[in-house]
């Protein structure tokens, strides 16, 4: 059972548009909801994270979008720039330390 | 150690041969997690040591794979009679008491494939 959904699997933006990428959750215990980037060849970097007592947290571009009755967290990069291409993960923990990571979504912003 | 080191970054061995892969982690850094990445997906959890005390091993697929941190700091993941579905990223990844535990540092990753 796939315990974070998110999409979409691909993406595609240009330069200065904003990118906007989903995840939605079932597990109400989840308490940590972070967002990760990998290139290639490399492994993933914590981008940006938010606990389920606030709705929104900013981070210079990225954006988290916390929507605790419907479960689901958003990932909004403003001013996309070609550097952000990269895969970006939803995560989240369970119980102790244990992670669970979205299928992950490619965005590739075109100059 | 600017971050967490894992080696051989490229791995390749024959279906049923053992393998060894290492994981420094950050230094004083008292959680160590491995994960294994297919290739399109994300990081699936194997095992989870704080300090030399394995807490969970629940994501190991099989009891082919074993992963041990003898002196709490380095950790081997061991696959044994490797086979063709073991081909995948590993990835390891620490964390501190500092950080909450809840911000994993991962490492480049071991790129394992079993012809």
């Known amino acids: 059972q796939q315990q974070v959904k998110q999409s979409p699997q691909s993406l595609i933006v240009q330069k200065g548009g904003i990118s906007i990428i989903n995840c939605a959750y079932e597990?109400?215990?989840?308490?940590?909801f972070p967002w990760y980037q990998q290139f290639p060849g490399k492994g993933p970097a914590l981008l940006i994270a938010?606990?389920?007592?606030?709705s929104e947290k900013k981070e210079g571009r990225f954006t988290i979008s916390f929507n605790k009755s419907a479960k689901q967290f958003s990932l909004h990069i403003m001013d996309s720039q070609p550097g952000d291409s990269a895969t970006y993960f939803c995560a989240a923990p369970l119980s102790g330390n244990q992670f669970y990571f979205g299928t992950g979504t490619s965005l590739t912003v075109i100059p | 150690g600017a971050g967490v080191s894992q080696s051989p970054r490229y791995k390749v061995a024959k279906r049923g041969q053992d393998v060894a892969l290492r994981c420094d982690p950050i230094?004083?850094?008292?959680?160590l997690f491995w994960y294994q990445q297919a290739l399109g997906q994300g990081p699936e959890f194997l095992t989870y040591f704080q300090n030399e005390a394995q807490l969970d091993k629940s994501g190991l697929p099989s009891d082919r794979f074993f992963a041990e941190r003898p002196e709490g700091s380095v950790s081997t993941l061991k696959i044994q009679r490797t086979q063709q579905e073991d081909s995948a990223v590993y990835l390891c990844?620490?964390?501190?008491?500092?950080?909450?535990?809840?911000?994993?540092?991962f490492g480049p990753g071991t790129r394992l494939l079993v012809l």
């Open positions: 230094s004083g850094h008292v959680s």
């Open positions: 597990n109400t215990a989840f308490d940590y």
């Open positions: 990844a620490s964390s501190s008491k500092e950080a909450g535990f809840k911000t994993q540092y």
């Open positions: 938010i606990r389920p007592d606030v």
